[in-house]
């Protein structure tokens, strides 16, 4: 009996399958760069050079309107997810001095007067309500307005130092009149972040207020690791004190949010504008507070929704907090999460959808654990530290 011949296996499906799928990776691709195009695009710049444009009237520090969150105004600031209460703002055993993000979205301007109000500077109450109030369980909250520049201003370097002046202008007023020798945390993000690299070199580091920084909370922005070899260490441990964390957040096993934000960064650095040659970035994870390393959504003790208006005048009641709502992991140099598709509504928005971006929720998905953590470090430096007066 003759053996049976098995007719040729017809590779054509598989190879269209094949074909199909380089199509649909080439096509997210193009999809990509059609959106980064689009945004800066979108993004637009002032009508005149910055040198031929007026600049904004500086702010006065002395005054209640150069501050964005100030002790004493039960301010936004001061509100609290359900079942929580702000410390009592006269027993608070420390300060947080706050440097917000990009608040005014006018980029037909390279620097934004200080004192725009709320409904021009929109993203104000978003940074009161979901940003600074994670540490008023520990702190009296300072945060300064500044000139800060625009979208299209931060490739300006002239008009990003005119933002830094005014932030330095306002720590210096803070140490001088408000702060009385008391520890003090510092925090920041996004383009405060920026601001708040150049303010621990020029201020902090090497100086009598090095021992009185509980911790730096450097968040979505780039942040190297060579801060350990001026003085700053890298946080690894939940309580440790007088060192930095810093993440940047994003979908998991995205390629675009590593590209987009930390791929070319710039940075002070020693007296000089750093872009090429850059140190990695600092990934502490804010889950387990531990450089690198993952964490699953068992350790969320809650996050926060992106704050939506109306906004209330003042501290009120914040949306309830979702319990485990997921994980990070450090997979250089981003901080990964995983938000599940039937999440609450105020996670996910425009950048994440599109590009795997979380920036805008930074503080708000890690928002119970970086206000307990803003509590531990600050009980761990009071217990090793005798009270002081002012060094200065």
């Known amino acids: 009996m003759s053996e049976a011949v098995m007719p040729p296996v017809d590779a054509t499906p598989r190879k269209r399958i094949l074909r199909r799928i380089l199509i649909g990776l080439a096509v997210l691709v193009v999809l ?23 600049t904004p009237p500086a702010p006065d520090y002395s ?33 947080v001095f706050f440097i917000h993000p990009t608040t005014d979205l006018n980029n037909r301007i390279w620097n934004a007067p200080f004192d725009a109000p709320d409904d021009v500077a929109k993203l104000n ?20 307005q500044y000139r800060q520049a625009s979208l299209a201003g931060l490739k300006e370097p002239k008009a990003v130092a005119l933002a830094y002046e005014d932030v330095a202008r306002a720590f210096r007023s803070y140490i001088a009149h408000d702060n009385k020798g008391r520890p003090f945390i510092l925090a920041s993000h996004s383009q405060g972040t920026a601001l708040a690299i150049e303010l621990v070199q020029r201020e902090i580091l090497g100086t009598p207020l090095q ?10 922005g780039y942040v190297p690791q060579t801060f350990a070899t001026i003085g700053l260490p890298t946080c690894d441990a939940p309580k440790r004190t007088g060192c930095v964390v810093s993440w940047n957040t994003s ?35 804010p889950l387990s507070w531990r450089n690198e390393g993952a964490a699953p959504a068992t350790a969320n003790p809650g996050s926060l929704p992106f704050p939506k208006a109306p906004f209330p005048a003042g501290a009120s009641l ?8 997921t994980g990070a992991t450090c997979n250089a140099p981003m901080l990964e999460v995983q938000i599940p598709s039937d999440a609450p509504s105020g996670f996910s928005d425009k950048l994440s959808a599109l590009l795997g971006i979380y920036h805008a929720n930074d503080y708000g998905i890690f928002y119970a654990s970086i206000r307990q953590n803003a ?18």
């Open 251 to 285: 979908k998991a096993g995205w390629n675009i949010p590593r590209k987009l934000l930390l791929s070319r960064p710039g940075y002070w650095w020693q007296g000089q504008l750093v872009t090429r040659g850059a140190a990695p970035p600092i990934c502490v994870n």
């Open 125 to 144: 109450p978003p940074v009161r309500l979901g940003q600074a109030s994670a540490f008023n369980g520990c702190c009296r909250i300072y945060a300064p």
């Open 318 to 325: 914040l949306s309830p907090l979702a319990v485990n709502l």
């Open 32 to 54: 990509a760069v059609i959106l980064t195009t689009a945004a800066c695009a979108l993004i637009g710049s002032p009508p005149k050079a910055f040198d031929q444009t007026p």
């Open 375 to 392: 509590i531990d470090r600050t009980q761990a430096w009071l217990a090793t530290h005798e009270p002081t007066r002012a060094d200065e």
């Open 63 to 95: 005054q209640p309107s150069a501050w964005l969150a100030f002790p004493g105004r039960n301010g936004q600031e001061r509100s609290t997810p359900p079942g929580i209460t702000p410390v009592d703002e006269a027993k608070a055993p420390a300060d």
């Open 211 to 220: 021992k009185r920084m509980i911790a730096a909370y450097l968040v979505g």
